[in-house]
């Protein structure tokens, strides 16, 4: 089973950064596309950005500019830089892996899930 343990989120002012990491952990075999999506109050998830494990990135046309998402492959960790976060950008912020574990196949994993809050 592949665990996925999210860090890094908090209340930060409009215009503030925060940065979120997501390690990955257990007997994984590979890796193929890491990321994040979120979910706000009322709304259904929506994904952020992805990185595969080339390095080619993905991203949420409204984060485009402002946020990177970056991984080491070593670690098996992956990275969300969020610059001049604006208030639509509160949610809850969960971390995603589609990995091939032991005795799962390749399958697609889900952090708990870290609070981002911004204020005015």
């Known amino acids: 089973q592949v665990q996925l343990v999210e860090s890094g989120g908090g209340l930060v002012q409009a215009g503030g950064s925060l940065r979120l990491s997501c390690a990955a952990s257990g007997i994984i075999f590979s890796i193929n596309s890491m990321g994040w999506y979120r979910q706000a109050p009322g709304k259904q998830r929506e994904l952020v950005a992805t990185?595969?494990?080339?390095?080619?990135?993905n991203y949420a046309d409204s984060v485009k500019g402002r946020f990177t998402v970056s991984r080491d492959n070593a670690k098996n960790t992956v990275y969300l830089q969020m610059n001049s976060l604006k208030v639509e950008d509160t949610a809850v912020y969960y971390c995603?892996?589609?990995?091939?574990?032991?005795?799962?196949?390749?399958?697609?994993?889900w952090g708990q899930g870290t609070q981002v809050t911004v204020s005015s």
């Open positions: 995603y892996a589609n990995a091939y574990g032991l005795g799962h196949g390749t399958r697609d994993y």
């Open positions: 990185v595969t494990g080339g390095g080619s990135t």
